[in-house]
């Protein structure tokens, strides 16, 4: 990789450019080929944060991550911050040497990188210097190692990056379990006995809860906290995910989740893959909305890549978007309903709709759920014979007037109503504050829709509205959903008319493609919000570097702010209407 | 007045109770088990509940549904079985989880590659059925499955599939996907006829680890 640290002699070499003369000493641009935005020096990154925020207006903080640059001793952390009116992002970035890396926590200044620096000190073991809460966050504590850093192996180590040589031409097939057996995939920290380990992360989990002195005036009748775990293990969590609460009787006075159950180190395989092979593994992250996750991916390679798709390409994407959107609405909705005790009648009336909408998927791609239909510039294979007759079918003649039954089902609900109105309200500035994305945004009173905000694709072609509603609660999250798929139905029914003939791919398909060095940062509106990659190349046929902005993950941030002083019956119900899915969470 | 919401609610779960009835007489008892009504049930013209009675009553698969890949051979006239495959390595190379393995041999005599591969395994267990393999095969050789029951008693050999496991006839291959094999046949004769206009009939070449 080529390298340039912008040290004195090259600032003075070249001329400044405006931001740079407006913060001389702080910001240095980023003149590595193929990379965008600024270096910050680390001692100067919570004062210049304060000031992006306050005087550029930059409020929204998208995406916090960290690479490493192995051999280079050195890791870098990549901040990218959005205005809430929309356009383009702001990127900064600052470096710190690899064997002690620390940076200024922004948790003061955005609080919604509360979990994306846990997230980047669990992974790369940045620490973050000012942090209220710097716990590992997926991996358990007794883990050895950060499993992101470029010198870190996994128990099933092969090699550094696939195609593995050994698979052909002479093919000696085996299992990796049986090379490595189970207790050898696991490396403890040294001198670490399992049998004789006492978790000690409940500890400081338990000691970083907020209580409230409940009886400080000496009235009343003086009450006990108690801790309580919600999950792993429980239906409400929508996988294996854990709450746990403090409660004043009733009344929850924080909460904190803790997930990690299903992490992979998606991110890491992805850096051993190559550029194509993150295709149907992007699918297996939000598995309700594969089609979005490949569209977010697509982008970003393409960014890189420097194509674009033809023109058929770009409408049979926005259907499958939207499509996508609906689906993942109706599950959403249907599943809140569950949370709220309607123990699986509009669940299956939703999903009874969903199957056709998979149906399609399925016909298209392949399979329902993994659907991995898109490829870099073009898509895996046209619409089979029939396949755009019955979307027409479905978003003029079905869907509708189904969207609008099960409107009618449940937002006059008197149950639905006074269990949701109300209910884990959080205000607009919080909702930014905590770079919460999508659904949730928007339901507190901020039209942040990336589709118009920054739009992608061919969305600026298509007339619709950003759906937007005020109270902030459980029941604006819920009547935003229903919003949305309304709106998709205008997209989709504009787009299914404009439809145009021609060819899918922009040039010959290839399964290894060149992919220029430099960094993009791409994002979708995907149905549960903001999903962004940030991907590296440095002209090899393996991505540098594979993040993932993972919607459902941030949005747990504000989880803890929106289920205080509420009863922990509502807890569930608040959980359902942020919309989580754990594959995406813990990646 | 309060629970008009509810009871407007449970007047649509009524409606939804009622609608498969109302079906049922549609389809004089023959909602079930009739692969015309099931089309109908599953379709965007569906009313009343929608379940499937499997195993008796099945969904239609789609053309492009992808389950395991499968290896393709031309039988020919003699009667002799002709593997498509070269063993070029390619589907290997494109496994994203890189569960297929292949074992290529020299001929004894010329040293050069034998274009038909002496083995050919897949871990069924390793495989995510994401279709990359098929679609980026240059000599049609290997196709997505429709076959997706796959139970078996042992967890670990039996889900190791061999060649003689993977290796089905063109004519299956005809059968459960008619229109990407009438497509592969028009490729693989356009093939043909460029090779003859070359001149000589060729066994095609391996092609070479880039």
Known sequence: MTEQTAGPTEQTARELDPLEQAFPGILNRDERAGYSGYLVPPAKLLEFATRLRNELGYEYLSSLTAVDYFPDPKMEVVYHAYQIEGGTGFVFKTQVPREDPVVPSLVEVYPGAEFQEREAWDLFGIRFAGHPDLRRILMWEGFEGHPMRKDWREGYYEEEVKPFKNRWPDGGVYRIEDKVPFHMNVKYPPEFSPEGWVPEGDAALYAGMGRIDSNGDGQGIK?????????????????????????????????KPVMGYLHRNHEQIGERNTFLMNMPYTDRLDYI????????YALTVEKLMGIEPPERTQYIRVIMAELTR?????????????????????????INERELILDVFEATAGSRMMCNYFRFGGLARDLPPGIPERIRELVFERLPGRIDELDAYLSENEIVRSRCIGVGVLPPEKAIAYSTAGPVLRASGVPYDVRRAEPYGIYDRFNFD??????????????????????????????????PEGPIQTGKAQYQVRVPAGEAYGRVENPKGELGFYVISNGKPNPWRYHIRAPSFINLTALGEMCKGYKVADVVAILGSIDIVLGEVDR | MYGIGILRGLAITIKHFIETYLDDLRWLGRRYYNPEALQVRQGPKARGVFTVQYPEERLTIPEEFRFIPFLIYDELEDGTKHD???????????????????????????????????????????????GLCSEYCPFEAIRMDHDFELASYDRFAENIYNKAKLSKPASYYASVRPLNYAIDEAAIAEKQAKKAARGGLKVPEVQVDQ
């Open chain 1, 223 to 255: 009450t006990d906290q108690i801790i309580v775990n919600l999950g792993p293990q429980h239906p409400s969590t929508h996988g294996v995910f854990r709450m746990v609460v403090t409660l004043d009787g009733e009344t929850v006075s924080d909460l």
């Open chain 1, 289 to 296: 909305s594969s089609m979005g996750n490949n569209f977010g």
């Open chain 1, 326 to 350: 609906i689906v993942n609405h109706l599950w959403a909705i249907g599943f809140l309903l569950n949370d709220l005790g309607a123990f699986f009648t509009p669940a299956l009336y939703a």
């Open chain 1, 466 to 499: 950003v759906a937007v509603r005020y109270g902030g609660d459980v029941y604006d999250r819920y009547l935003i959903r229903v919003d949305e798929m309304k709106q998709s139905l205008r997209i989709l029914q504009q787009a299914i008319d404009q439809l």
């Open chain 2, 84 to 130: 498509r495959c070269t063993s070029c390595g390619i589907c290997a190379k494109v496994c994203p989880p890189q569960c297929i393995w292949i074992v290529r041999s020299d001929d004894p005599v010329t040293g050069r590659p034998i274009p038909e591969p002496v083995e050919f395994y897949i871990d069924v267990d390793i495989c995510m059925n994401c």
